[in-house]
């Protein structure tokens, strides 16, 4: 028996929500496209109702953050004349700028990163559970199954998002604080590295565990814990497809780092790319669930029907024996 086989032999394993359905079906981007396509419409709804509860970070680091930096530069009468160099050729105007800049960054993210994750994981409970329905074929009203999702599902999308944004917090702290000292110094010492390199890569692994829990976590009956188990070895044993699926997910994004481009990728997000996003995420998941959980649970209960079956033959074979050594036994008299 091999590691994997060894490692899935440890989950905890059910039937899922989700109606009858082959749980080798192949082409699941294919299909998450054509559900995106066919209910664009419902999508467009979906990531309306997603933006009300993302309006806390849309708030605080579209627009706040950018404007906040700019009056406080301009409230300390900083001058930007001087060399924009790393490490050299700074004014002293340039580098307080810098570090003041850097320094808001910073508070943004550790005040309000979290709690804005918590209030979008909300939402995304109620997307989540709709576009589950319409990726497995169920019917679905969208406001009735938006808030049923919320109901059933909030508690496990709050505590992870949390979880989420606390790993992201510190991965941008450390981010930021790495290159402000980059930019003012030229330098930056072997703890900050490690620490920014290190929060960089748990964050990343706490994507490639969520990737696979908010999937499960809306389509099983389990407790938060077998949730936890299950997502864990799941995320291992299907380690480099959930890589390249986050990595494709993720370098989209990136693109906000550039002036010109980052208002497309708001637009985007904020009409349509959102429930893009869990469509593709929801069809990954349903991926990872069928190919572990349903699929060795219906062998479980047919090994189990097998064996149940052989128990009845076996008995009533003892039982005949049993009548042929005694006939009289059981006979009236």
Request: with cysteine.
């Amino acid at each position: 028996m091999s590691k994997l086989t060894k490692l899935a032999a440890k989950m905890t394993l059910g039937k899922d929500l989700g109606p009858e359905r082959d749980y080798n079906e192949r082409g699941r981007i294919r299909k998450a496209f054509s559900v995106f396509g066919s209910n664009l419409k419902n999508m467009l709804v979906l990531n309306l109702f997603l933006d009300i509860f993302a309006l806390p970070f849309i708030i605080m680091f579209v627009f706040l953050m950018s404007q906040y930096e700019q009056n406080q530069i301009a409230a300390a009468g900083y001058s930007f004349s001087g060399f924009l160099g790393i490490g050299y050729g700074l004014v002293d105007d340039t580098v307080a700028g810098i570090n003041m800049i850097y320094g808001i960054r910073s508070d943004f993210f550790l005040y309000f990163f979290t709690p804005s994750m918590m209030i979008f994981s909300i939402g995304l409970a109620g997307a989540y559970h709709c576009i589950r329905n319409y990726y497995w074929g169920v019917e679905v009203k969208i406001i009735k199954h938006f808030f049923r999702g919320i109901k059933l599902h909030w508690w496990k999308f709050l505590i992870t998002f949390t979880f989420l944004g606390l790993a992201g917090t510190n991965a941008a702290c450390a981010t930021i604080e790495l290159m402000r000292l980059m930019a003012t110094t030229g330098s930056a010492g072997a703890g900050i590295w490690i620490w920014s390199i290190g929060s960089l890569l748990f964050c990343l692994l706490s994507m490639l565990f969520c990737s696979v829990f908010l999937p499960m976590s809306i389509s099983f009956r389990f407790n938060y814990g077998q949730y936890i188990k299950n997502s864990v070895i799941a995320a291992l044993i299907m380690f480099l497809p959930n890589v390249i699926l986050t990595v494709f997910l993720v370098a989209p994004m990136l693109l906000i780092m550039v002036n010109i481009v980052k208002y497309i990728v708001y637009i985007v997000m904020i009409t349509v790319g959102a429930s893009l996003y869990i469509v593709l995420n929801v069809a990954f998941g349903n991926f990872c669930n069928d190919l572990l959980i349903n699929a060795m649970y219906e062998y479980e209960q047919e090994q189990t029907a097998k064996a149940a079956q052989l128990q009845r033959k076996q008995q009533l074979k003892e039982a005949a024996k049993a009548q042929r050594a005694n006939p009289k036994k059981g006979k009236k008299r």
